[in-house]
C-alpha cells in the first residue's frame, strides 16, 4: 500500500516555481551579476566572457547551464542580457513542438540576441537536430515540401547566443552538449549565501526580519534560493497574523514547523519517501520506480526534486542495487536500525 500524503500536505519546498510565483521571482530577481549572490567562479568566468565578447564586438558563444531546480539559471541568464546589453527571448523545451516553432524563434531573434531554452532535455530530436547548423553555422535548414518534389533551402540567421538550462545533464545527447561553448554547474548554495539572499528580499519587499529569524528560514530551505524566498513570504504571512508582523527565529522556527518543514528542510514528501525506503524496503537497496510506486509520486520528479537534497544531505545513498537509507536518515526519522547497512557507491 502506498504511504499516503498527509492532510497538510503543502508543496512548499518544491523548487519548481508554480504559475503564481513569476512575479514575486520577477521583483526579488538580482538584475547584475554584483547583485546575484553567490556561485562566486561561475560570476567570474561569465563576467569574462561577457565583457571580452563585448570587447571584441563578437556574439557571446553558446552557454549551458546545469544544476538543480531552483537555483537560479534562468536569473542567470536574465542577467547574461542585460550585462551583454543585447535582448533575450525565453522558451522551453516541451513548448517547441514542431521544427516551425523553432524556426519561428530563431528567425525573429535580432543580432546578439539570447534564445534561452528551459528544460532544454526535453527537446524532441527532430527540433534538436535543427539546432546544430543554427547553433553552428547560424543557418536554418529547412525543407519545402515532400517525397521526390522536397526542395532544401538554407536560411541565414542573425548571430544569436542559445543558453540551454538543465537539471538532467545526463538526458542531453552528445552532440548537443558538444556544440555549447561553456558547461556551467550550479551546485547548493552555502547557508549564509541563502540568509544574505533572504536579507535581500526582506529589503525590497519591505518586511521586519531579525538576523536570527533569517538564519532560521535559511536553515530550512534547502540551499535553495527560490525556496528560501517562498519560506520567507509564508513565514511574513504568519509573523503579520500571529505575531504582529515581526520576523524573530521564534516566530520562524513557529511558522515552519506548522508549514511542517523540519531543521534539515525536508517536508513531508521528503519523509514519506525516505519512510518508504526504510519501512517498506528495509532501507534498500530499492530502484526509484518502487520508491515511486510506494509514496505515490513520480518517479522523474523524485530524481528531479527530492532525491538530489537527499543525496546532498547524505540521508540515501546510490549502490549499484539501488537507493539506500544511509544511519543519518534512521536517525532522522528516529528509527532503529535493525538489519545490516548496504555499503553506498562512493
Ligand atoms: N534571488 C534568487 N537567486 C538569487 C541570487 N543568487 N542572488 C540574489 N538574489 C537572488
Redesign the pocket.
Known amino acids: 500500500m502506498a504511504i499516503e500524503p498527509t492532510v497538510a500536505e503543502i508543496d512548499i519546498i518544491n523548487p519548481v516555481p508554480d504559475a503564481s510565483e513569476t512575479l514575486f ?1 520577477v521583483t ?3 538584475q547584475k551579476l554584483s ?5 562566486e567562479k561561475i560570476k567570474e568566468s561569465l563576467k569574462i566572457l561577457i565583457d571580452a565578447a563585448s570587447g571584441r564586438k563578437e556574439t557571446l558563444e553558446h552557454l549551458l547551464l546545469y544544476g538543480p531546480p531552483g ?2 539559471k534562468t ?1 542567470l541568464a536574465h542577467i547574461i542580457a542585460k550585462e551583454g546589453k543585447v535582448g533575450i527571448k525565453i522558451t522551453s523545451g516541451p513548448a517547441i513542438e514542431k521544427s516551425g516553432d523553432l524556426a519561428s524563434l530563431l528567425t525573429n531573434l535580432s543580432e546578439n540576441d539570447i534564445l534561452f531554452i528551459d528544460e532544454i532535455h526535453r527537446l524532441n530530436k527532430t527540433v534538436e537536430e535543427i539546432l546544430y547548423p543554427a547553433m553552428e553555422e547560424y543557418s536554418l535548414d529547412i525543407v519545402l515540401g515532400k517525397g521526390a518534389g522536397a526542395k532544401a533551402l538554407r536560411l541565414d540567421l542573425p548571430k544569436f547566443t542559445l543558453i540551454g538550462a538543465t537539471t538532467r545533464i545526463g538526458m542531453l545527447s552528445a552532440p548537443l552538449r558538444d556544440r555549447f561553448g561553456m558547461t556551467y554547474r550550479l551546485d547548493y ?1 552555502e547557508e549564509p ?1 541563502i540568509e ?2 533572504i536579507e ?2 526582506a529589503k525590497i519587499l519591505n518586511i521586519k526580519i531579525e538576523s536570527t529569524g533569517r538564519a532560521e528560514v535559511a536553515k530550512r530551505a534547502r540551499r535553495t ?2 525556496i ?2 517562498r519560506l520567507l513570504k509564508r513565514v511574513r504571512d504568519y509573523a503579520q497574523v500571529r505575531a504582529g508582523g515581526k520576523i524573530t527565529e521564534q516566530v520562524a522556527h513557529d511558522a515552519l514547523n506548522m508549514l511542517e518543514v523540519d531543521d534539515l528542510g525536508l517536508d513531508n514528501n521528503d519523509r514519506r519517501i525516505l519512510e518508504a525506503l526504510i519501512e517498506k524496503f528495509g532501507g534498500g537497496p530499492v530502484g526509484i520506480t518502487s520508491i515511486a510506486a510506494a509514496t505515490s509520486e513520480d518517479a522523474g520528479t523524485i530524481e528531479d526534486i527530492y532525491e538530489p537534497y537527499l543525496l546532498r544531505l547524505g540521508l540515501i545513498a546510490k549502490t549499484p542495487k539501488g537507493r539506500v537509507a544511509t544511519p543519518a536518515a534512521y536517525d532522522h526519522l528516529k528509527k532503529p536500525i535493525n538489519k545490516p547497512l548496504t555499503k553506498p557507491l562512493l
Open positions: 521571482e526579488l530577481r538580482p547583485e546575484y549572490i553567490g556561485q537555483l537560479g536569473t548554495y549565501e544574505k539572499i535581500r528580499s534560493p527560490r528560501a524566498n
